[in-house]
């Protein structure tokens, strides 16, 4: 069974920073692309940004070029999202997203692709 877990949400006036992190169990996160979605309500689920398994390739859409990065730590087995110049817009529960096969590292950017999803972690910018 794969858990995946999310962490790091909290409140931040429009302008800060924060960073979130995803673990899971039952997977070597290591070996797998991973993805992070935000949703917030009454509006869709969104891409914010993928990594491949090898952690060389990194995708984003634009609204999230050039404020957010995503990394991986192999010795860790976690995959963080650093989010800069944050804004009320960026509020939204996020979500971090495992595809059942190993070994991507092209664009994974449709909910479709992932396969186990954590509960997701709020995250909210104050005006």
């Known amino acids: 069974q794969v858990q995946v877990v999310e962490s790091g949400g909290g409140l931040v006036q429009a302008g800060g920073s924060l960073r979130l992190s995803c673990a899971a169990s039952g997977r070597t996160l290591s070996n797998y692309a991973t993805g992070w979605f935000r949703q917030a309500p009454g509006k869709e689920r969104e891409f914010v940004a993928a990594?491949?398994?090898?952690?060389?390739?990194?995708f984003y859409p634009d609204s999230a070029k050039g404020r957010f990065t995503i990394s991986r730590d192999k010795a860790k087995n976690t995959v963080s999202l650093q989010m800069n110049r944050l804004k009320p817009d960026d509020t939204a529960i996020y979500y971090c997203a495992v595809p059942s096969a190993p070994w991507t590292d092209y664009n994974l950017s449709g909910p479709s692709d992932y396969a186990y999803w954590g509960q997701g972690t709020q995250v909210t910018v104050s005006s």
């Open positions: 990594i491949g398994w090898s952690g060389r390739n990194q």
